[in-house]
Every structure is written in structure tokens, then in C-alpha cells.
């Protein structure tokens, strides 16, 4: 009984504390919604046409949303400034790609690029390096002020990372790390070599994830050691960045060294119009399981570490979840609609049945079903800072007195975020970690910027 009492306080103390903490995102913001800036989102590919990439090891920076500023490494896009994280390598398969890494830190890096086979590294067979017996490098490492070249054959598609090799508990840590997308032989809008992998071009996302001690990071800094045994994350990131810096644009002005939005920008299903799933590529840098999932239907997993799931006589292994697990060094790709029947789940938001598939439009108003809501009365009201007034998809209706709203256009917004909710903070500040929104605009044609 006392055990449940202490619930019932911390529910009614909790409200006030999630009001407080959606107001002090409004305010990081700076009154500049990503929408609001025309935003550019999704993923960003970094390509070339020989597959050959140049990557530059070095010392940044990077903005966390309680306004601290923590020291990073990261992979720079060839002279390019730091960046975190490292640029979105993406490769066509059997291409043969080429990464030239140059360091500029007072200590050997490399990269490895787990999933991949016969890497060279300067022309020869990538393998560990001992010293006396103890590891000191899992691949061939550039020495300060030097270069390394690794080589290999891209031969199966699919979502991969790319990190450091050397003394990687804490160089991955300090952001050595970064995304390398194979396409398959299909064809670009292909997750994987499988006619049921296809997506909708216009909604492929790249999330990585990752965690940050700004302790670690001050004490390598300041050349100092750290007892990993103190190891203590504060931050939580998507793409490098904490909400509510996940929903700016891509290349954000306020965010010059966070290029990557994590805003997921999508439209409703519908069988004729958009048949496509989205995609989304989860990559884990960090060193703890990520619990992920977006809200409003559970997504599709078709593959894991850039294997498609598929048995030993083929047959398919995919399958629907809520909450997928992102483990350290994984990635994962799940396809995910919105507004679509999910068979075998036994339910959808709309409430229909398995194979009771809803109708194009259903969540428009001519068609009477709102999103499956009870308004409450208005002096029970607080309105969300992305609500349209509207439980109807592409409709904007006045908002209580003295409510404002970032809306555009009657846009739905479903959070997506780490579901051990200690990771959604920054510091502890609720609503400031490993969080970011799918955003999903009215059917085309409509009015959204
Ligand atoms: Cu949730």
C-alpha cells in the first residue's frame, strides 16, 4: 500500500515536472522549430565516385541541450571542419571502396569496418597489432601527423559502422565513429538484395546512437587519465545530437558541428499513393543496450549488424516490434507505415481489426475518425507545443487562450525515443537525451512548407 501511495505522488508530481520540461524545450529552440526553417531531413549521403573517401581525424566540439559544450574526436569529411559523427559513407555493393584516414590527434587511430571481409590496410591484410604481446591496435593505426589507407570489396549491402580500431573503449567513446550504407544490387531504394525490402526514397533515416560522459571527455581533454570504473553517461544521443536538437534540419546553422537531424518526416499509407515503408538504419556507438521504438505502430526489422533475417532455407525471418534493442556495435533496420493495418499485431490506432484494412483518408475529418482521442474539456487542457488544435491528420483549429504552437500545417507528431527513460535526459533533465519525433504530414498535395 505505501509502495502504491508513492506512486500515486510521484504521477501527480510528475505532471508539473513534464509541463516544466516541455516549456524549457520550447525555449532551447530559440522559438526556431526544425519545420519552421525548411528543413532538409533524412539521410545524407557522403558519396564519390570511385567509392574513395578521405577522412581526417581530429579534436571539436559539440553542443548538448543544457547548453554545455563537450569536448569530442571525430571523423572530419576530407579538410572539411570536425564533425560529429563521422560522415555517412554510402557505397554501391561490389564497389571497391577506399578510406584514406590522416590524423591529426596526439595519439594512433585507425578504423575498422566490422562487417566487412578482407580489408587491407596499406595494401596489406587488416589484422590486430601486438606489442610484446599486448593489443594495441585492432587494425593497422595512423600515427600523429600521419595516414593510413584501408581497401575493401563492399560485397554485401546494408547498414554497417565504421569506428575506431585502436584503444576503442575510449576512442569510439570520443565520437571515432561513423555510418557506411551499401546499397544493394536492386537498386537504391532497396534496404537489401529482397523485393520486399523496398522503401520509399523520400523517408530513409539514419539514427546513431550513442551515449557521452562529459568527465571522460573533460579528463582527455586535459591529458588526464579515467578510471572507466567512474564511467557515468549524462548525454544521450541521436545522430550526435539531444532533443531537442534531433528534430533540427540537416545542417542546422545553430548546430555546426551536429550536421544530422533525426527528425523522421513521413506521410500516412495508402495502398495507391504511397504503398512504401519507411526505412530507418539504427547504428549503436555507445556501450549500453539502446531500447528504441517510435510510437503509433511497431516496426518491421528485416535486418540485423547488414544481414537481411532470413532462415537457412531462405525463408523469411522478419518481424514486427514495438521496442527493438540496439545493442553496443549493432545495427538494425526496420521498415515502419503509419496508418496502415497491422496484420497479426491484432490492432492498429484506428482500432480495426487484422485484415480490416482502414481506408485512404480515414483519419480526415469527411471521413469522421479523428485520432482515437476523447477531448477532454477545455479547462483539462494543456496543449502540446506540435499540436494543430486538431485530432484530425491536415487540420488546424484555434488553440486554447494563450496556447501557441509550433504546428505548420495540421502535421502529426509521434515520439520516438529510447524507451529506458533514463536515457531521454540530459544531466536528468527529462526531455533532453535520446529522443526525436516522426513527423508525419497530410497526404499530397498539402499545404506543409
Ligand atoms: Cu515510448
Redesign the pocket.
Known amino acids: 500500500m505505501r509502495f502504491l501511495s508513492i506512486i500515486r505522488l510521484l504521477g501527480r508530481r510528475l505532471v508539473p515536472v513534464i509541463l516544466l520540461a516541455s516549456l524549457a524545450v520550447g525555449l532551447a529552440t530559440n522559438g526556431s522549430p526544425a519545420a519552421a526553417t525548411g528543413p532538409t531531413s533524412g539521410l545524407v549521403c557522403t558519396t564519390n565516385p570511385s567509392a574513395t573517401f578521405t577522412l581526417t581525424a581530429k579534436a571539436g566540439s559539440i553542443s548538448v541541450p543544457d547548453g554545455n559544450v563537450v569536448y569530442m574526436w571525430g571523423y572530419a569529411p576530407g579538410n572539411g571542419p570536425f564533425q560529429y559523427p563521422g560522415p555517412v559513407l554510402c557505397v554501391n555493393q561490389e564497389d571497391t571502396v577506399t578510406v584514406v584516414l590522416h590524423n591529426t590527434l596526439s595519439e594512433d587511430v585507425s578504423i575498422v569496418f566490422p562487417g566487412q571481409a578482407d580489408v587491407l590496410a596499406d595494401g596489406a591484410p587488416s589484422q590486430p597489432v601486438y606489442d610484446d604481446g599486448n593489443l594495441l591496435s585492432l587494425t593497422k593505426a595512423a600515427a600523429p601527423g600521419g595516414s593510413v589507407t584501408y581497401s575493401f570489396v563492399a560485397s554485401e549491402p546494408g547498414t554497417y559502422l565504421y569506428h575506431s580500431g585502436t584503444d576503442p573503449d575510449k576512442q569510439v567513446q570520443m565520437g571515432l565513429a561513423g555510418a557506411l550504407v551499401v546499397r544493394p544490387g536492386l537498386g537504391p531504394d532497396y534496404a537489401y538484395d529482397s523485393a520486399d525490402t523496398r522503401f520509399n526514397s523520400d523517408a530513409e533515416f539514419l539514427l546513431v546512437l550513442s551515449e557521452i560522459d562529459p568527465v571522460m571527455h573533460q579528463a582527455v581533454e586535459q591529458g588526464q587519465p579515467f578510471d572507466m570504473t567512474q564511467y557515468h553517461p549524462r548525454y544521450w544521443l541521436i545522430n550526435g545530437r539531444g532533443f531537442p536538437d534531433t528534430l533540427a534540419p540537416n545542417y542546422a546553422s545553430w548546430l555546426p558541428d551536429q550536421p544530422y537531424s533525426a527528425l523522421e518526416r513521413i506521410h500516412p499509407y495508402d495502398p495507391v499513393s504511397n504503398p512504401l515503408p519507411m526505412l530507418t538504419r539504427y547504428l549503436s556507438t555507445g556501450s549500453f543496450d539502446y531500447p528504441f ?3 503509433g505502430a511497431h516496426g518491421r526489422v528485416i535486418a540485423r549488424d547488414g544481414r537481411l533475417l532470413r532462415g537457412a532455407g531462405g525463408e523469411d525471418l522478419s518481424y514486427e516490434k514495438f ?1 527493438v534493442t540496439i545493442g553496443p556495435g549493432q545495427t538494425l533496420d526496420t521498415l515502419y507505415t503509419w496508418g496502415d493495418t497491422h496484420a497479426g499485431l491484432g490492432y492498429d490506432i484506428y482500432g480495426h481489426a487484422p485484415g480490416d484494412p482502414m481506408q485512404p483518408g480515414e483519419y480526415a475529418p469527411d471521413h469522421g475518425k479523428p485520432l482515437p482521442v476523447t477531448i477532454p474539456q477545455e479547462q483539462d487542457q494543456t496543449m502540446g507545443m506540435y499540436y494543430s488544435g486538431s485530432p484530425f491528420l491536415g487540420v488546424m483549429e484555434p488553440m486554447l487562450p494563450g496556447m501557441m504552437t509550433y504546428n505548420q500545417c495540421g502535421e502529426n507528431y509521434l ?3 529510447s ?1 529506458a527513460l533514463h536515457m531521454i535526459v540530459a544531466w536528468d533533465v527529462l526531455m533532453s537525451g535520446m529522443a526525436t519525433y516522426i513527423r508525419i504530414d497530410p497526404p499530397l498535395p498539402n499545404m506543409c512548407p
Do not use: E, G, K, L
Open positions: 521504438h517510435p510510437h521496442t515520439i520516438a525515443h524507451h
